[in-house]
């Protein structure tokens, strides 16, 4: 059973548009929930954050969202620009879990110009 | 700059061969993660580390051992090497949620 779902393998979008990337989860322990970003032949970055007790965090072009009702958030990318194109992996993790995180299968962005 | 380093950083062996990963970080963090990315999949989590002498299994353990004797290394042992264990294998630290992967070793089991 997935608990950390990407289910868009791959998205494509021009230059200067909004990028939006979606991850779903299903484990309510979840408090803690991270983008890394991940170009080829390199090992993951971290890319931005957001604890449960907020439902939005911004940093500069990047954007994340949290419903948690829905058990749902999203990357929001504007604008989007060609250096963006990576495979973007969301992860989450509970606070007992020290850093423990559970990833989804990721999401290839291509930015075309 | 503190970093985290992986070698070697790509492997050729046998099956049925003993091999070691080698993931070295001077981030000084007290946890370490072992992970292995096959095409179309995220992240799976082999084994982790929060400190000397502790070890603890992930979701894709089988076949694997890793041991902690220092806070620097996390070395991944394959105890006999299987072709299903083909794969890229990313090391993290840790001192809090967000993780400092290292650069992966890609090891190819034939």
């Known amino acids: 059973d997935q608990q950390v779902k990407q289910n868009s393998p791959s998205l494509s979008v021009q230059e200067g548009r909004i990028s939006i990337l979606n991850c779903d989860y299903t484990?309510?322990?979840?408090?803690?929930f991270l983008w890394y970003k991940k170009y080829p032949a390199e090992g993951p970055t971290f890319l931005i954050s957001?604890?449960?007790?907020?439902d939005k965090n911004e940093d500069g072009r990047f954007t994340v969202f949290l419903n948690k009702s829905a058990k749902h958030l999203s990357l929001h990318i504007v604008p989007s620009q060609p250096g963006d194109s990576a495979v973007y992996f969301c992860?989450?993790?509970?606070?007992?879990?020290?850093?423990?995180?559970?990833f989804g299968d990721g999401t290839t962005l291509t930015v075309k110009p | 700059d503190a970093e985290i380093t992986q070698s070697p950083r790509h492997k050729i062996t046998e099956t049925g061969r003993q091999v070691t990963l080698a993931c070295h970080q001077t981030?000084?963090?007290?946890?370490m993660f072992w992970y292995r990315q096959d095409l179309g999949h995220g992240l799976r989590l082999i084994h982790y580390?929060?400190?000397?002498?502790?070890?603890n299994k992930g979701e894709v353990s089988d076949g694997y051992s890793v041991s902690r004797s220092n806070t620097e290394d996390l070395p991944l042992t394959l105890e006999s090497a299987a072709s299903s264990q083909t794969s890229v294998y990313f090391c993290?630290?840790?001192?809090?949620?967000?993780?400092?992967f290292g650069p992966g070793t890609r090891l190819l089991v034939l």
């Open positions: 484990n309510s322990m979840f408090d803690y």
């Open positions: 993290a630290s840790s001192d809090g949620e967000t993780q400092y």
């Open positions: 580390s929060y400190g000397v002498q502790d070890t």
């Open positions: 992860a989450a993790s509970a606070n007992t879990n020290a850093g423990k995180s559970t």
């Open positions: 957001i604890s449960s007790i907020k």
């Open positions: 981030w000084n963090h007290n946890n």
